[in-house]
Nanobody, 124 residues
Framework: QVQLVESGGGLVQAGGSLRLSCVASGRTFTGYVMAWFRQAPGEEREFVGTIGQSGGRQIQADSVKGRFTVSRDNAKNTVYLQMNSLKPEDTAVYYC?????????????????WGQGTQVTVSL
């Protein structure tokens, strides 16, 4: 069992930056692939980015590539989502997710553990 707690969301103007954090507890953090998803009102949950167990492999969605970066600090049991050049269409609840094992997936159904989400709102 893994517990995930996100933080760092808030209100930011377009073009600004935010860094989300997700702290994991309960099991060996290095055993998990970590990911970020987001969900806007009335929309399906959308893949944002994922990072492998050692941090050596990352994948970002095309919609955020070049603007968002996923990283992890295994010593702190924490995964980050650095968001730059934010746009109003990035407004959503952002969720941290985890799955055990080395394989990386980009769909929500492949992740077992989820945080409670943190709201990100980007204004014009």
């Amino acid at each position: 069992q893994v517990q995930l707690v996100e933080s760092g969301g808030g209100l930011v103007q377009a073009g600004g930056s935010l860094r989300l954090s997700c702290v994991a507890s309960g099991r060996t953090f290095t055993g998990y692939v970590m990911a970020w998803f987001r969900q806007a009102p009335g929309e399906e949950r959308e893949f944002v980015g994922t990072i492998g167990q050692s941090g050596g492999r990352q994948i970002q969605a095309d919609s955020v590539k070049g603007r968002f970066t996923v990283s992890r600090d295994n010593a702190k049991n924490t995964v980050y989502l650095q968001m730059n050049s934010l746009k109003p269409e990035d407004t959503a609840v952002y969720y941290c997710a985890a799955r055990s094992g080395p394989l990386i997936f980009t769909t929500p159904r492949d992740y077992v553990y989820w945080g409670q989400g943190t709201q990100v709102t980007v204004s014009l």
